[in-house]
């Protein structure tokens, strides 16, 4: 008995810590940043789109000009960095000598040019910092 009464206990404190976890990311999606918007398909155009990210929030309805300065949530300025592409396939063939379809290329197709924020996120991870020799400090 007092084995599932640990087990419950365990799992909802498991839902409160993802809620609290939820609430923080929210609230920092919901910060509004300053930046540029590119539109690198269409220079000069205007990119019109829907977005939510959370429930609470609901669907919102951007229109974004190519080379105007902006404020939006972070949320979205991480949206359009992010997914903001589209796929060029190229051809390979294997070892075994069968033919295999690969990403070849990720064409940008807009992004979000930040003038006040940083996306902790994507420095993270080691692999993304460049370490420059001494040589090159002055």
């Not at 206990?9 to 929210?26: C, G, P, S, W």
């Not at 990210?53 to 949320?75: H, M, R």
Request: hydrophobic share 35%; net charge neutral; charged share 30%.
């Amino acid at each position: 008995m007092k084995q599932e009464i640990n087990r419950v206990e365990t799992k909802v404190d498991r839902i409160a810590n993802m809620k609290a976890k939820l609430k923080v990311m929210r609230e920092k999606d919901s910060q509004d940043v300053k930046g540029i918007f590119r539109f690198y398909e269409l220079p000069g155009g205007t990119l019109d789109f829907v977005y939510s990210q959370y429930a609470e929030d609901g669907v919102k309805k951007y229109s974004l000009t190519d080379g105007n300065l902006c404020t939006i949530p972070l949320g979205v300025a991480k949206h359009l960095n992010k997914n903001g592409w589209y796929p060029v396939h190229a051809y390979r063939q294997e070892e075994t000598g069968n033919p295999s379809v690969l990403i070849g290329k990720k064409v940008r197709r807009f992004g979000f040019q930040g003038l006040d924020f940083i996306d902790e996120s994507e420095f993270q991870n080691e692999s993304n910092v460049i370490i420059m020799p001494d040589s090159f400090a002055n």
